[in-house]
């Protein structure tokens, strides 16, 4: 039985009052249109139409060639929606899911289960219902005593004991195929607003002695649509609350779950240590036995086993196994650190290699380099990549010594074994073993602080005359 999808991505969402179009907004770092389509994906579903309208451009370039997709160039309702993709699926058989773009809560155990009460019940379709505490508003799900659909009454429409019904239609089905393109053909839109809608088929179906079935979500969170800021932010809460206990299911502690932000696409091994105020975004992978936290932001970084990274922001990194980094640090973009690194406090790192077991402790700036093993490199170093117009590379050998507020203008290359002496600025490249002093002799001057003293007490009187008069 071929499984098959279509969802509705059209709408422009005018209620979000906001330039980007509605199923590009994010739920948890991935816009809602992606977790929709995850869903049935994971439900096994082989093939996948999109039907875009607004932003149709846009809605493409972010979903790619992994979907195919069908225009609504006019919105006529979402009947109207589903039948753009008759030239695509029309003459498939197989069963089809029907779900929004805007929906990004919907369970793929839950798509895979109401596919399977469809088939056992030899539908021609089946409504995801969910049995919510206010379903003012919302369609409620008519049965009969058998348990099948006998009708979908909009809050309008609804009888005063109608609308005591707290099942309602989620707006996601499963259909025959075939049965839901033939139905497609005789909805009319002779309703106030001049639009096809979906929920018409179930009614066209129903009157031709059809069976139409329902399969309750276990969870009601799943109906939430998102269509204004306030159902956007529900909507990241009940996410968040999920990636959140699948990832403790899965041996992971988090100390203070609704404190910590992990995105859809981030993994985390076992025995991995996440405390309050820590996000972690895009694809970050963090190993096992890793301390992450407080208050640590990570994007698209990876950090190897048994590491710990507290305070610290991080950005299209590499963090190698046992290091240890922060509080307070940054790592920039093209950052790789070895095993056993130490990267410690208001130290910035950018598009640079470090070797093992190597030291950048405190107050520091190494950009544009490549560090070897065992390298020591003192508190207020810098390496001076950049003259303005171009960034150049800095190279700093094994077992290395760069004492404190040393400057490095690159180009430049320290050798293995080498040591710069504290205060140092080195212009020329310093050989295996040698020590490099670059700073000038100092003075002593007897007595003179007094004489700079008075001079600087005299200009400050001058000054304040001035002011006065």
Not at 4 to 14: D, E, H, R
Not at 66 to 77: D, H, K, N, R
Not at 208 to 225: H, K
């Amino acid at each position: 039985m071929k499984k098959l999808a279509i969802v509705l991505a059209a709408g422009q969402g005018k209620r979000m009052k906001s330039k980007l179009y509605k199923v590009l907004h994010q739920v948890c770092d991935k816009p809602m249109v992606s977790h929709a389509l995850d869903s049935v994906r994971e439900a096994g579903c082989e093939r996948i139409v999109v039907v875009v309208g607004h932003g149709a451009d846009a809605v493409q370039e972010v979903l790619g060639d992994s979907v195919e997709y069908a225009l609504q160039a006019e919105q006529l309702g979402t009947g109207h929606a589903v039948s753009q993709a008759a030239p695509l699926l029309g003459e498939e058989e197989g069963v089809t899911i029907v779900t929004y773009g805007d929906t990004p809560l919907v369970d793929p155990d839950t798509i895979k289960l109401m596919m399977a009460l469809h088939l056992e019940q030899s539908a021609a379709a089946t409504v995801l219902t969910a049995n919510v505490s206010d379903p003012t508003g919302l369609g409620r799900i008519i049965r009969g005593e058998t348990g099948e659909v006998l009708r979908i009454v909009e809050q309008k429409d609804c009888t005063k004991e109608e609308a005591t019904i707290t099942e309602i239609n989620t707006g996601t089905y499963c259909f025959d195929n075939r049965k839901l393109f033939s139905a497609l053909r005789e909805v009319k839109n002779d309703n106030s607003q001049g639009e096809y809608y979906a929920t018409d088929v179930i009614g066209i179906l129903r009157d031709q002695g059809e069976r139409i079935s329902a399969y309750m979500c276990e969870d009601p969170t799943e109906a939430i649509g998102v269509n204004d800021r306030l159902a956007l932010g529900e909507a990241e809460r009940v996410m968040r609350m999920r990636i959140n206990a699948n990832h403790q299911l899965n041996g992971v502690t988090l100390i203070d779950p609704e404190h910590t932000y992990i995105g859809a696409n981030v993994q985390i091994g076992a025995d991995t240590i996440i405390y309050p105020g820590t996000v972690l975004r895009g694809n970050t992978v963090v190993g096992t036995d890793c301390v992450i936290g407080p208050q640590s932001e990570l994007r698209d970084t990876i950090v190897g086993s048994g590491s710990t990274v507290r305070q610290t922001v991080a950005e299209n990194a590499v963090v190698g196994d046992e290091c240890s980094v922060g509080p307070f640090a940054y790592l920039r973009p093209g950052t790789v650190l070895g095993r056993h690194v130490k990267i410690g406090d208001f130290v910035e790192i950018k598009n640079t290699i470090i070797g093992e077991h190597s030291k950048v402790p405190h107050l520091s700036y190494v950009g544009d380099a490549i560090v070897g093993t065992n390298v020591n490199i003192g508190c207020g170093a810098i390496t001076a990549n950049y003259d303005g117009f171009n960034k150049s590379k800095t190279e700093i050998g094994d077992n290395a010594f760069i004492g404190s507020n040393s400057n490095l203008i690159a180009p430049v290359k320290i050798g293995s074994g080498a040591y710069v002496v504290a205060g140092s600025t080195i212009t020329q490249n310093v050989l295996d073993n040698d020590v490099a002093i670059a700073r000038e002799r100092q003075v002593n001057k007897p007595g003179y602080a007094d004489k700079i003293r008075a001079r600087a007490r005299a200009k400050k009187d001058r000054e304040k005359t001035d002011n006065n008069q």
